[in-house]
């Protein structure tokens, strides 16, 4: 199996759930997912997102507040509201996720708490759409002010799991409180967390960045990936906290913290522009974690390959 390094649109096409795994784990924490909100318009007006996020190199693009029930992604051509993750995949050539959000109506909140579409929520309904619509991996986290906790998400997971564990990619953890009241800072996820998480099906374990959120250091996500790794799940360390808009040395020192902790896959979130980073951010990590030769391969290679 090829890495992800190597793989062209053609053989992101071919690839099961399986060569997915496995050319992530090949690739040696070079791989970059770069999440986008469709409901908001594009930063180049009439060119989404999702092209934009591609062109400055990233692998996976992850859909962020992607309603299923009403899927919306401006700036791509129109075609029929359930063909929209297809035509993504069209134009880019890339591996696509979409977030998940396990909403605990039971958990101590803090803050102001919002309502979220249903097409939206963590569930079997929601998660058998995803793999028609043509989805790669599912990623079970929350939003900020969702109330999202991490009894749902093992509870979500088991459920997802039990039904489609063989037929896509499943992501869990968080990369903030999501407005839980006692998850936050080193409470975020814990290594018991980790071990519920796995046993219930997850194959990818979602932590904060370092440097990302209150508490949580270098040294404090190397113990989780190691930890997470000892159970056989890979790990994808997240910058969900708005920095995807800080300065490119910032963002610098967050890429090599992440590859210092070892992690498998490197999220970049969506709030640098409105609707996804900061195009350039995309950039710096990638050369960070892989160099300009991978870097520029990545950015280059036609997606007609």
């Known amino acids: 199996m090829k890495r992800i390094l190597d793989c062209s649109s053609s053989?992101?096409?071919?690839?099961?759930?399986?060569?997915?795994?496995?050319?992530?784990?090949?690739?040696?924490?070079?791989?970059?997912?770069?999440?986008?909100?469709?409901?908001?318009?594009?930063?180049?007006?009439?060119?989404?997102?999702?092209?934009?996020?591609?062109?400055?190199?990233s692998d996976?693009?992850?859909?962020?507040?992607?309603?299923?029930?009403d899927p919306v992604f401006h700036g791509i051509?129109?075609?029929?509201?359930?063909?929209?993750?297809?035509?993504?995949?069209?134009?880019?050539?890339r591996l696509l996720g979409v977030n998940l959000?396990?909403?605990?109506?039971?958990?101590?909140?803090?803050?102001?708490?919002?309502?979220?579409?249903?097409?939206?929520k963590a569930s079997v309904k929601n998660a058998e759409k995803a793999i028609d619509m043509g989805f790669n991996m599912i990623v079970l986290t929350g939003n900020p002010g969702t109330g999202v906790s991490n009894k749902e998400i093992t509870s979500s997971l088991k459920a997802i799991s039990s039904k489609f564990k063989d037929k896509i990619i499943l992501t869990a953890g968080k990369m903030h409180a999501a407005g839980s009241l006692k998850e936050s800072g080193e409470?975020?996820?814990t290594k018991d967390d980790i071990?519920?998480?796995?046993?219930?099906?997850?194959?990818?374990?979602?932590?904060?960045?370092?440097?990302?959120?209150?508490?949580?250091?270098l040294e404090y996500v190397k113990k989780l990936v190691t930890y997470s790794h000892s159970l056989g799940a890979l790990?994808?360390?997240?910058?969900?906290?708005?920095?995807?808009?800080?300065?490119?040395?910032?963002i610098k020192r967050i890429a090599l913290m992440c590859k210092m902790a070892g992690t498998d896959l490197h999220h970049i979130g969506d709030a640098g522009y409105p609707g996804m980073a900061i195009?350039?951010?995309?950039?710096?990590?990638?050369?960070?974690?892989?160099?300009?030769r991978h870097t520029y391969t990545r950015m280059a290679r036609s997606i007609n390959r």
């Open 11 to 57: 053989d992101f096409e071919k690839m099961s759930k399986k060569d997915i795994l496995e050319a992530i784990e090949a690739s040696e924490g070079r791989v970059l997912v770069s999440e986008m909100i469709g409901i908001l318009q594009p930063i180049l007006v009439n060119i989404s997102n999702a092209e934009l996020s591609t062109a400055f190199g």
């Open 60 to 69: 996976i693009l992850l859909l962020n507040m992607f309603d299923l029930d």
């Open 77 to 93: 051509p129109s075609v029929p509201k359930d063909d929209i993750p297809k035509e993504i995949k069209k134009l880019t050539g």
């Open 101 to 120: 959000e396990p909403v605990d109506e039971s958990a101590e909140t803090i803050g102001e708490i919002l309502s979220i579409p249903d097409g939206r």
């Open 187 to 189: 409470n975020i996820i």
């Open 195 to 217: 071990k519920e998480f796995v046993s219930s099906g997850a194959d990818i374990i979602l932590l904060p960045a370092p440097g990302t959120v209150p508490g949580i250091t």
């Open 235 to 250: 790990t994808m360390t997240s910058i969900g906290t708005s920095q995807e808009g800080s300065d490119e040395d910032t």
């Open 279 to 292: 195009p350039e951010n995309i950039m710096v990590y990638s050369i960070v974690i892989r160099g300009k």
